[in-house]
T-cell receptor, first 116, second 112 residues
Framework: DTEVTQTPKHLVMGMTNKKSLKCEQH?????MYWYKQKAKKPPELMFV???????INESVPSRFSPECPNSSLLNLHLHALQPEDSALYLC???????????????FGPGTRLTVL | DAKTTQPNSMESNEEEPVHLPCNHS???????IHWYRQLPSQGPEYVIH???SNVNNRMASLAIAEDRKSSTLILHRATLRDAAVYYC?????????????FGKGTRLSVIA
């Protein structure tokens, strides 16, 4: 099973709402990632978790709050978003082998977020 | 990660071979060349990677120039399902599993 699942597929929220995106993998991967992708643009890295600890935060605004409750789950909590935050949010995972190797990253299908 | 340059778009006829170029003139000796693609309405998926030698798998072939400053992803017989954005990405093996950093990629259109 090389699947990364993301829920919901689509989300519409107002600027005062609080919502969460969920990502799940059962491949035993120990690295998980959030990317943001605007229309017709490449994915941009937001956060990286390694062994359930946040290892990279690409200067993402605090209205995005990631959480990794266990090695299979990754959440992205959203609060007080702006319309310009509307995008496809992609989750990915990889095995997290040691250095001197390059893991394949497996991506989910994404959650398409619209902020009104 | 070192920078890559790819054409914005390419077009191919169905069942013809497709050669997708990538320039990476500042590649270091420890950079692997990775290719991912993103089909419409899907997340990116791994295609192939290599270091120095040419590589083949069931999806594609990767031809790497002798000086490693460029590479070419080869789809031997394009199908409509191969229409996607193809990303050429360099990853440094020494620094470990750095996350993928995507450039603009090449949008491939396949004509029936």
């Amino acid at each position: 099973d090389t699947e990364v699942t993301q829920t919901p597929k689509h989300l519409v929220m107002g600027m005062t709402n609080k919502k969460s995106l969920k990502c799940e993998q059962h491949m035993g991967h120990r690295a998980m990632y959030w990317y943001k992708q605007k229309a017709k643009k490449p994915p941009e890295l937001m956060f990286v978790y390694s062994y359930e600890k946040l290892s990279i935060n690409e200067s993402v605004p605090s209205r995005f709050s990631p959480e990794c409750p266990n090695s299979s789950l990754l959440n992205l909590h959203l609060h007080a978003l702006q319309p310009e935050d509307s995008a496809l949010y992609l989750c990915a995972s990889s095995r997290q082998q040691g250095s001197r190797s390059t893991d394949t990253q497996y991506f989910g299908p994404g959650t398409r977020l619209t902020v009104l | 990660d070192a920078k890559t340059t790819q054409p914005n778009s390419m077009e191919s006829n169905e069942e013809e071979p497709v050669h997708l170029p990538c320039n990476h003139s500042t590649i270091s000796g420890t950079d692997y060349i990775h290719w991912y693609r993103q089909l419409p309405s899907q997340g990116p998926e791994y295609v192939i990677h290599g270091l120095t030698s040419n590589v083949n798998n069931r999806m594609a072939s990767l031809a790497i120039a002798e000086d490693r400053k460029s590479s070419t992803l080869i789809l031997h017989r394009a199908t409509l399902r191969d229409a996607a954005v193809y990303y050429c990405i360099l990853r440094d093996v020494i620094s470990g599993n750095t996350p993928l950093v995507f450039g603009k990629g090449t949008r491939l259109s396949v004509i029936a």
